[in-house]
């Protein structure tokens, strides 16, 4: 079926009919769900990179998930499951291709299994989820579970976690899969225009309520035998690129503990060496444990990006959750002075930088971690918040991509998307004006001006800055102090009379005061402008996901 929805993105859905033989079991163990969960797993090989490649979704720095998989509608013993793909701009007349290559990785999975390390994986974080979101159940997942439910112990924490051994997950999993290969999918287009989609001339419905225009009957996927749409499948997963579907690889950002630190760091601030100017040299500042309020009040501006390492009082007592945020400051006026030409140029270089590293980031995202680069009026900011034990690591991946990114060519897919999303910012805070001369600017920008002007910025670095926060060991945040340091020794000016080789002592004496140190930070701690949807959205957890109510299902 192909719906015309006017001035929207093009979406393609494949639906599946899942009959349940034991209801008690699927709401334990959620076999759909954990489907979702592999399908959707970003990786080099995943579905997503499958689509992206063939240029039938848009890219991360556009759109990110592009690939969600959700139950519409679901009773004790039926659901309807359903894979959800935005399609590129233009891409609307390949629907075919895109839902061949997804009944193809449908049918590999089947074929391969689930990977034990992704049933692990998703129920190590639902658990999480469920202990740290600080989100109670709803009426309708605590409904839902006590009609099925036999044991109480289970009867409210069951709808938000897989229940059982890995094993016994992959293997209710895996029986799940057969379904989807033995029963061909409903497929819905939903476009601007269904004209030019290949659809049965003389299927069109009457006109119907705004925002939906017209329905029509698309023709079938392939008017072939079995033996020769298995064939077609195959053609679109080996052809062309040379990639192929495969199950994800264990995640490397999984935290393997959410306990508290042994050691928590201890609360400091100090410099490499302490210059005059304000902004200067190399500062360090961290917040042991969680953060109290009353040291958050002592700040001026926005201070939403600490939230997740603030202290919540449990009765009479504080508790310590495993999250933390780190965060680099960059110091320089450039941001701040720069003409509308120059801050286009730096904009399209970070969009193409948050692109190169858009499949780690999506990758951390789906373990729970938030990503973020922004210019700023004091320079550059750098910012990672989530399950503490990655944090700090994944800040210092994200510096040294940062450090070491250079814009892709001009005739590239990643400029492309880099230029539509600067085009679209255009006019909002903190970005230049929608005038015609910028959006020239903006589709006219070349790579080489793009290197240019982030050689200029980090030219004019004065200083920079640490912040960690939240559950940190003292051995990681000295490590990571050391590491980011390190990292930029070879931008932060040095004090007359080094040598240039020289690299000054790390010290704590003379060290700057709290009040200082937060004062560095003030109107810094905003919360991200670009933040990957796997870790925003609580609906996209395969298991918190069946809170129909609140996750828009059906």
Known sequence: MALQRPGRRALLTLTWEVITADATAEARTKPMDLL????TEPHAHSLTALLRARSLVPLAVELEPALTAKAVARADSWQ???????????????????????????????????????????????????????????ALELASDLQVEPQAALSVVAPRLFVGEPSELRRSAQQAAAQLVEKSPVITLWSSDVAALGVNRGSFSPPLPWPLDRVAQL???????????????????????????????????????????AAPMVQVGYRLDMPEVHGSGFGRLQLPGCVERRTLARMAGSRAALADAMCLPTSALVAQRPLAVAAVQLFSSRPAAASSRAAIQGELWRLTLLQAVSQQAAAAARAGLKCDVTYNARGMRLLVSGYAQRAPHFLLLLLQQTLRHVPPSATSSELAAARRVGMAGLGRAGKPARTLENLADMSRTTPAQMQQEIERFFASMTGASLL???????????????????ELKALLPRPSGDHPSAMPPIHVEPAISLEDALEEWAGLLYKPVFANG??????????????????GGI
Do not use: K
């Open 534 to 551: 796997l870790a925003q959205n609580a609906c996209l957890d395969p298991a918190i996901a069946r809170a129909l109510d609140q996750c």
């Open 80 to 138: 309807l499951w359903q894979l959800e793909v935005t399609l590129a701009e233009g891409a609307e007349g390949r629907w075919r291709e895109a839902a061949a290559l997804i009944i193809a990785a449908a049918e590999q999975l089947m074929r391969r299994g689930v990977p034990l390390s992704a049933a692990l994986e998703a129920q190590t974080m639902t658990i999480a989820a469920g202990q740290w979101a600080a989100r109670p159940p709803t």
């Open 219 to 261: 023709v079938p996927l392939v008017a072939l035998g079995p033996q020769q749409l298995q064939q077609a499948q195959q053609a679109v997963l080996f052809g062309g690129s040379g990639l192929e579907w495969r199950p994800p690889p264990p995640n490397a950002y999984l935290p393997t503990s959410f306990e508290p630190p």
């Open 468 to 486: 960690l926060a939240g559950a940190v060991g003292q051995d990681t945040a000295d490590s990571i102090s050391e590491a980011v340091s390190m």
């Open 36 to 39: 979702g969960h592999v399908l």
